[in-house]
Nanobody
Framework: QVRLVESGGGLVQPGGSLRLSCSAS????????MAWFRQAPGKEREFVSAISRSGVNEYYADSVKDRFTISRDNAENTVYLQMDNLKAEDTAVYYC???????????????????WGQGTQVTVSS
């Protein structure tokens, strides 16, 4: 059983930055593709970013491209999401997810992911 725990959310002003972390336990992290999704109130959960198991390939939603950066540290079993130039529309609960059948690509589809964290709230407001 894989357990994912997110941290790093909070309240930030527009234009500010946050770094989310997702720590994994209970499996072989280096074999998983990892992703971040988010869900705003009243909206469906949407893809934000993903990274292949080796970290070579990164994927971003158009809405966050050039503002967010995903990375991973396989020695620390952790995936990160650096979020810069935050906007009010980035306000959401952010979830990390693991695809235990991952390869050197990572999916943007929610159904590809087998395990999910509990989420961390990000609020962008002045």
């Amino acid at each position: 059983q894989v357990r994912l725990v997110e941290s790093g959310g909070g309240l930030v002003q527009p234009g500010g930055s946050l770094r989310l972390s997702c720590s994994a336990s209970g499996g072989t992290f280096s074999t998983y593709a990892m992703a971040w999704f988010r869900q705003a109130p009243g909206k469906e959960r949407e893809f934000v970013s993903a990274i292949s198991r080796s970290g070579v390939n990164e994927y971003y939603a158009d809405s966050v491209k050039d503002r967010f950066t995903i990375s991973r540290d396989n020695a620390e079993n952790t995936v990160y999401l650096q979020m810069d130039n935050l906007k009010a529309e980035d306000t959401a609960v952010y979830y990390c997810a693991a695809d235990v059948y991952g390869s050197d690509y990572a999916s943007a589809f929610l159904d590809a992911y087998d395990y999910w964290g509990q989420g961390t709230q990000v609020t962008v407001s002045s």
